[in-house]
């Protein structure tokens, strides 16, 4: 795909960006990017484009767009006049992607808005980067190597800061447990 960019052909990164821009905006929102999330991911779509020279031949798309989108969003937090809040990087995520399936039974889904309300208030009392691991690796489900590529970190340190970060959020969610018949990582 990559090649057909380079070679002039526009739709070719139309492609792209609508196989990516899902999981770009998610990334955006979890990252703190809040209601700026599209203006983020547009602008990251747009420096990729024009970064596409720079692009390593046979790496994957994904996490070098990813990585792009975490710089956009850290210097759009860090240029913005007021610090994002809780509720709006809650509501910005959940625009992004419903996670509560409409049919579901109230009391579950109040159940599943509490337990991602004390995860996220959980999060961001990490460091940034416990909190990007984090986040790469579990909220945009991304497995190991594609994490340490988004993030330009080796894999040995991609496990370490994960084991560390995993271990904060153990002692700041004494009472967090995984969903029933999930894995480990809900």
């Given at each position: ?113 509490e337990r991602r309300a004390a995860l996220l208030s959980a999060l961001e009392k990490l460091s940034e980067e416990h909190r990007l691991v984090v986040t790469y690796r579990y909220l945009l489900e991304m497995d190991e190597p594609e994490t340490a590529q988004a993030l330009g970190w080796p894999r040995g340190t991609v496990k370490s800061r ?25």
């Amino acid at each position: 795909m990559i090649a057909r960019v380079r070679a002039g052909e526009p739709e070719a990164y139309a492609e792209l960006v609508r196989a990516h821009t899902g999981i770009a905006l998610r990334a955006a929102a979890a990252l703190g990017a809040g209601a700026d999330a599209e203006d983020v991911v547009q602008q990251a779509f747009v420096k990729a484009y024009c970064a596409l020279g720079r692009f390593r031949d046979g790496a994957a798309f994904k996490p070098w767009l990813l990585s792009i989108v975490a710089n956009e969003t850290r210097n759009t937090v860090r240029t913005a006049a007021r610090q994002r809040t809780l509720v709006g990087r809650e509501a910005a995520f959940v625009e992004a992607e419903p996670l509560i399936p409409e049919s579901a039974d109230p009391a579950v889904a109040t159940l599943e808005g509490e337990r991602r309300a004390a995860l996220l208030s959980a999060l961001e009392k990490l460091s940034e980067e416990h909190r990007l691991v984090v986040t790469y690796r579990y909220l945009l489900e991304m497995d190991e190597p594609e994490t340490a590529q988004a993030l330009g970190w080796p894999r040995g340190t991609v496990k370490s800061r994960l084991n560390r970060a995993l271990r904060k959020l153990g002692r700041l969610l004494p009472d967090f447990r995984p969903r029933e018949g999930g894995d480990e990582r809900g």
